[in-house]
């Protein structure tokens, strides 16, 4: 049920933004018209207002996903907790788009059809300032983290660091509880906003082994600087992006005669955007399995404990009722992680092989 959601929440953003960019409802037409006069503040009023659009749309989707995670038991949040958390996702994100969209126009009246260049390096410098401020500005905006307390699994995470040789960084508590029975950890932020962040629920009912392999496995991402390799994929693909949804949104509005630079281009750039960025997201997933994959091996090699590591894969499913052995399509287009049967399998092999 949660993939047929996802897949009616992104066929309705498509066809908003293909009404949007192709049909043109009258009332669009004139207001973008209207915020052609001021180019700055028009192009960021319409990026903006897309932003707002989109999500609109794609709220009765989100809604009924959180309501069967909450008869399913994984969802904590009342429905006002939920709405709350929407608008102030909104909110960021129609600033966000608003930057972004006025800035591009911007480029675009500046450079012509070499926008791109100055736009990717712009880009990539802008991921690195959000991967960056993203722990310490966007996400206690959410939720409260606190540093992890003295304690066993305190002493886990830094013996296991040591034996490791990374710097971990911060080590904080997130109190994921509050809106959900799921199990998760993460590492996130660079240079100084560096952290790990482990969810509540995790360190109060996993065990001992349990938690060791799941902070272990974070651990392999340290090790690997696999932020820093996600940041040189934008760096590797923005440019490709940028280039393929120039040519898509110009021939869009070639029917339109909407210049790039003018409010009245960003709903076929957003389209083309949206599109490209599909497209983009797939690749990266690839790459993404092979390196949770990759520090699924880690995490064998520093804790020497594949029953852990099965278990904890177990609890990761059961917990967060998740579908163990997905449809192969669904992995190849929106798996960030391989599937729970082929990481057990994989402690499995290592298991076996280390035996004499």
């Given amino acids: 049920g949660q993939r047929l959601i996802l897949v009616g929440s992104l066929v309705a953003e498509g066809a908003v933004l293909i009404l949007l960019a192709t049909g043109r409802p009258a009332v669009t037409r004139r207001a973008l018209e209207r915020l052609a006069a001021r180019p700055v503040l028009g192009g960021a009023a319409a990026a903006a207002g897309l932003s707002v659009v989109v999500a609109v749309i794609t709220v009765p989707f989100g809604i009924a996903a959180h309501e069967r995670s909450v008869d399913a038991g994984l969802s904590t949040q009342s429905i006002g907790g939920w709405t709350s958390d929407w608008g102030k996702g909104t909110a960021i994100g129609a600033a966000l788009a608003g930057l972004v969209g006025t800035f591009a126009l911007a480029l ?7 926008w791109w260049i100055p736009g990717s390096v712009a880009a990539v ?23 992890l307390e003295p304690g066993q699994a ?25 809106r959900t029975t799921a199990i998760n950890a993460y590492v996130n932020g660079i240079g100084s906003s560096k952290r790990v962040v482990l969810f509540d629920t995790l360190l109060n009912d996993l065990n001992r082994g349990e938690r060791r392999a799941v902070v272990a496995h974070e651990l392999g991402h340290v090790h690997g600087n696999d932020i820093q390799r996600g940041l040189l994929f934008v760096a590797i693909a923005t440019p490709l992006a940028l280039i393929c949804a120039s040519g898509v949104a110009g021939r869009i509005t070639s029917r339109e005669g909407a210049e790039p630079g003018k409010p009245a281009y960003l709903p076929a750039f957003a389209l083309a955007i949206a599109a490209t960025s599909f497209v983009v997201g797939i690749a990266g997933n690839q790459l993404s399995r092979a390196v949770e994959a990759r520090a699924d091996t880690f995490a064998l090699q ?3 404990d594949p029953r852990g590591m099965i278990e904890l894969q177990q609890q990761l499913a059961d917990r967060n ?17 391989p599937p729970a049967v082929e990481r057990i399998g994989a402690a499995l092999a290592w298991e076996q092989g280390r035996r004499p």
């Fill in 108 to 114: 675009m009246r500046r450079f012509g059809p070499r």
């Fill in 125 to 147: 410098g802008a991921a690195g300032v959000l991967t960056w401020l993203a722990p310490v500005v966007v996400a206690p905006i959410f939720n409260k983290f606190e540093p």
């Fill in 154 to 178: 305190r002493a886990d995470v830094l013996e296991l660091a040591r034996k490791a040789g990374v710097d971990v960084g911060q080590v904080y508590r997130v109190d994921a509880s509050r």
């Fill in 302 to 304: 520093l804790t020497n």
């Fill in 321 to 337: 009722l998740s579908d163990p052995d997905p449809p192969g399509v669904f992995t190849f287009l929106f798996g960030t992680h």
